[in-house]
């Protein structure tokens, strides 16, 4: 295994609760300054195999990343970052929404670069080619819409492979 990769060890667990884990974590942030968190899980349990250290990470890295284009747009605007989970037969799609200064165009084909990092990022730009990795690993996909001056939105697209009843 190359140096730096990430081990990817799959088990099943409940996507909606480790969601909830981690945005609990930035609601401390988001109310002292007066932004919003909003969180949008169904109700029953959303059950994954895949592995929760690096979903854990993935969403760290989202919402971090929300955090910083909120914090860098400025006052006047409603500021608020969103997590919503939903599912159909087929996906599992977990979006993170932010009403920050979104990504300028030019940048958009360069965001999963190793190092990349617009001028918003505090960091060194490994976030988003980490997440791209491990969606990769799980066998997903990543869309981005993004609006300068309004906001962007990661949406982390992964199949559903369901258990048999009766099969373990």
């Given at each position: 295994?190359?140096r ?31 932004w919003q968190?909003?969180l ?13 250290d690096?979903?854990q990470r ?6 971090g990343?929300?955090i ?7 006052s006047?605007?409603?500021?608020s ?8 037969e ?7 929404s ?9 940048m ?7 190092g ?8 060194r ?9 491990i ?5 997903g ?8 001056g309004?906001g962007?939105t ?12 009766g099969?373990?």
């Amino acid at each position: 295994m190359p140096r730096g990769a990430l081990k990817c060890e799959k088990v099943h667990f409940d996507m909606g609760q480790l969601c909830d884990e981690v945005s609990e974590r930035y609601d401390a942030v988001c109310a002292q300054n007066g932004w919003q968190l909003k969180l949008e899980l169904p109700d029953e349990e959303l059950p994954v195999c895949a592995d929760p250290d690096m979903m854990q990470r993935a969403l760290h890295n989202l919402l971090g990343n929300a955090i910083e284009a909120v914090n860098a747009q400025g006052s006047g605007n409603s500021r608020s970052v969103a997590v919503q989970i939903t599912e159909d037969e087929k996906s599992l799609l977990i979006v993170v929404s932010d009403t920050g200064i979104g990504i300028p165009q030019e940048m958009l084909s360069h965001i999963y670069d190793f190092g990349f990092s617009t001028k918003a990022a505090e960091g060194r730009g490994f976030g988003m080619s980490m997440i791209q990795n491990i969606v990769v690993r799980h066998d997903g996909t990543i869309d981005v819409d993004t609006e300068q001056g309004a906001g962007t939105t990661f949406t982390l697209i992964f199949q559903i492979k369901r258990q048999k009843e009766g099969s373990q």
